[in-house]
Nanobody, 119 residues
Framework: QVQLVESGGGLVQAGGSLRLSCAAS????????MAWFRQAPGKERGFVAG????????YYADSVKGRSTISRDNAKNTVYLQIDSLKPEDTAVYYC????????????WGQGTQVTVSS
């Protein structure tokens, strides 16, 4: 089992940037593919970005493609999400997720960190 703790959320003006962090503990971090999801008020949780175990492969939702970067530091057991040019519609609770499978759903989830973008 792996435990995930997100940080870095907050209130930011539209057009600004934010870097979220997710610290993992409990198991070998490099064995897990990682991802970020988000849930806006009244909406279902949706995928934002994912990264392979080595960090060599990243993939993004269309809504953030081109203005976000997911990365990981396996030595620090941490995955990051940088989002630039923030928009009010980026307002959501952002969740970190981990899984050992090669594809499919994610088994482990953090508690989330709130991101609020003001216009």
């Amino acid at each position: 089992q792996v435990q995930l703790v997100e940080s870095g959320g907050g209130l930011v003006q539209a057009g600004g940037s934010l870097r979220l962090s997710c610290a993992a503990s409990g198991r070998t971090f490099s064995n897990y593919r990682m991802a970020w999801f988000r849930q806006a008020p009244g909406k279902e949780r949706g995928f934002v970005a994912g990264i392979s175990r080595s960090g060599g492969w990243q993939y993004y939702a269309d809504s953030v493609k081109g203005r976000s970067t997911i990365s990981r530091d396996n030595a620090k057991n941490t995955v990051y999400l940088q989002i630039d040019s923030l928009k009010p519609e980026d307002t959501a609770v952002y969740y970190c997720a981990a899984d050992r499978k090669d594809f499919g759903s994610y088994e482990y989830w953090g508690q989330g960190t709130q991101v609020t973008v003001s216009s």
